[in-house]
């Protein structure tokens, strides 16, 4: 029987703590898989109440719930090929975070994201993608464009700044969201999550301190001290 999350976070801190606390036991390979068990199931089936809106890539070895080690419930996830950003997912973070009452808005983006290296192949070779393929490259496009333009070459920061533009994207496209951060009720942050490790990073926020630096979260089962190293994330673990 798996073991329930003790309380819901009510503000965007305590969601961004309960989160990467579940990274780091999935990163250690000590996993819970809180509430995942049939009570859950039946607790959860007249309503949701997720503390977390995720928007992410849909790679098959994104599982959000997996790696950030959650249940049935606790997360409230919209994926797209590269993270791209269309009216629909707009409406469909407005509706976690308004009508759901999200305290948190994670933008997730990976390593070996096949969106990304698509976009920076066809900008390379000026080379139209076929279908709809074409309407993701179109999305992701400014974030590689403005990575080459910095100077980027490394994937590790075209990748970061995919996240960044998504961040700035759904805060500048999205009033309700942009008030609710203004307001305290809602945070935003970037994370990018590499594969091999199954470990995040933080790489932008809005509404929560946190070093933008790509600081590895700690993939250990303790809790570090309330006063953070600099240049590290202060990631409590949630009690």
């Known amino acids: 029987m798996s073991d329930a999350s003790p309380v819901a976070p009510a503000t965007p801190r305590e969601a961004f703590d309960l989160l990467t606390a579940g990274n780091r036991r999935f990163a250690a390979a000590t996993p819970r898989h809180p ?25 098959s070895r994104l599982a959000a719930e997996i790696i950030f080690d959650q249940g049935l419930g606790d997360l409230f996830v ?78 590790d920061e075209f990748i970061a700044t995919h996240v960044r533009h998504t961040v700035d994207l759904v805060m500048d496209r999205s009033q309700e969201l942009a008030d609710r951060v203004a307001s305290g009720r809602t945070a935003v942050v970037g994370l990018t999550y590499r594969l091999a490790e199954g470990t995040v990073r933080t790489v932008t926020s809005r509404g929560l301190d946190l070093p933008a630096d790509g600081t590895a979260m700690p993939a250990t089962a303790s809790a570090p001290t309330s006063a953070s190293a600099p240049g590290t994330a202060s990631v409590p673990g949630h009690r």
Do not use: F, K, M, W
Request: proline residues 6%; hydrophobic residues 45%.
């Open 78 to 155: 919209v994926r797209t090929a590269g993270h791209a950003v269309g009216p629909e997912v707009l409406g469909s973070i407005e509706y976690g975070v308004s009508v759901l009452g999200c305290p948190l808005v994670v933008v997730l983006g990976h390593d070996a994201c096949g969106a990304v290296a698509a976009t920076r192949a066809a900008v390379r070779d000026g080379a139209p993608a076929p279908g709809y393929l074409r309407d993701v490259i179109e999305r992701v496009t400014p974030s590689v464009l403005a990575a080459q333009a910095a100077g980027v070459s490394e994937e």
């Open 35 to 59: 509430n995942q068990d049939a009570v859950r199931r039946a607790d959860t089936a007249s309503a949701q109440h997720p503390h977390a809106v995720l928007l992410g890539c849909s790679d």
